[in-house]
């Protein structure tokens, strides 16, 4: 009796805590039992980003609570584990899976039977959205990416990036990054000309991350640019100009192969292996090479990166500023776009 109670408490403070963008109810009666459920929030300004984890439960705006509370936003939702069944509009069917981003308009009705998820939102202002894609009304309502799409794929690399950037954005760096994200969603939801063109700082940094997380898990592999650019569908001047800040890509996975194998010889754990087998598994094809290279970049031999007092290569730390998800509610409420500002 008590676990249940204990239960009941937490979803009615979780009831409470979505309850300025959803009603909510169990799925049934019994499967309040063991509900769990958490929210976090940070402000970017004119962008709300959202965090959850919950429990099976549905979903609710019907058309008296879309008239009461009067939100003029959108709602995207990336579900990285679960989904939803559903219907839009009183009649629609619906459906979202793993991996699915969905758009939904808060001034329409929805209702959904969720299942135990973690979701990533944003809550955007309309006239944001409509800013960046270069129309005054649309119908995004139940809007789908699917997982398995090029451009599902695309908008959820970046939110996930995102999501890792958050704690180190800066205050006055958060109208930027906001607008940013408005532009890529624009332009995986409505592709054209122009909302390409505006979003193609936001589309270069996540294919160039696509690209380095590439390099950095299959460093003993072919990292040509030919093969790179078959793996990632771009053309050669697209991937030079994405690493031209970097010293170019050659030089990119070079520095990325040097630095695991300087790892790999100063771990005791690897003594047995030769230095000709940490070259070979790190994709340096010839031993001198990667004794030159070595040294060049270390100031001493691959043999010596063993030694006791070798000294490991250390990246500077990081010092992230802190986000917080205080006041949810009223931050949904006086979220404008900047046209709406004075």
Do not use: K
Not at 29 to 46: N, Y
């Amino acid at each position: 009796m008590t676990g249940q109670s204990a239960a009941e408490e937490r979803f009615e403070a979780w009831r409470q805590s979505i309850s300025v963008v959803f009603d909510v109810a169990p799925l049934a009666p019994e499967s309040i039992a063991g509900f769990q459920a958490s929210v976090q929030a940070t402000h970017l300004g004119h962008l709300l980003v959202g965090d959850l984890h919950f429990a099976g439960q549905q979903f609710m705006r019907p058309q008296p609570r879309v008239l009461r509370d009067g939100l003029d936003h959108y709602l995207v939702q990336w579900y990285r584990t679960g989904g939803f069944v559903g219907q839009r509009d009183g009649g629609t069917d619906m459906e979202v899976r793993p991996g699915d981003v969905v758009i939904l308009d808060l001034g329409r009705t929805l209702r959904t039977f969720a299942r135990a998820s973690r979701v990533m939102t944003l809550i955007v202002p309309r006239d944001l959205i409509h800013e960046a894609m270069g129309v005054q009304d649309s119908d995004l309502h139940g809007t789908v990416l699917r997982a398995d799409s090029a451009l599902g794929g695309l908008l959820s690399d970046h939110l996930l990036s995102l999501q890792h950037r958050l704690p180190g954005i800066a205050l006055n760096d958060a109208p930027a990054v906001a607008r940013a994200s408005v532009q890529m969603l624009a332009a995986c939801v409505l592709p054209s000309a122009r909302t390409r063109h505006e979003a193609r700082s936001a589309i270069d940094g996540v294919t160039l991350e696509r690209l380095q997380r590439h390099i950095q898990r299959h460093l003993a592999d072919d990292l040509s640019a030919e093969a790179l650019c078959r793996r990632f569908g771009i053309s050669r001047s697209v991937l030079y100009r994405l690493f031209e800040p970097l010293g170019g890509v050659a030089q990119y996975a070079q520095q990325r192969r040097l630095l695991q194998a300087y790892h790999a010889l100063a771990n005791p754990a690897n003594r047995r292996l030769r230095v000709a087998e940490v070259a070979a598994r790190t994709g340096f094809v010839s031993n001198a090479h990667f004794s030159r290279v070595f040294r060049a970049s270390f100031g001493m031999s691959p043999s010596e990166a063993r030694a006791p007092e070798s000294r490991g290569v250390m990246a500077p730390a990081d010092d992230p500023l802190g986000s917080s998800s205080v006041e949810y509610a009223a931050w949904v409420r006086g979220l404008q776009g900047p046209s709406a500002v004075a």
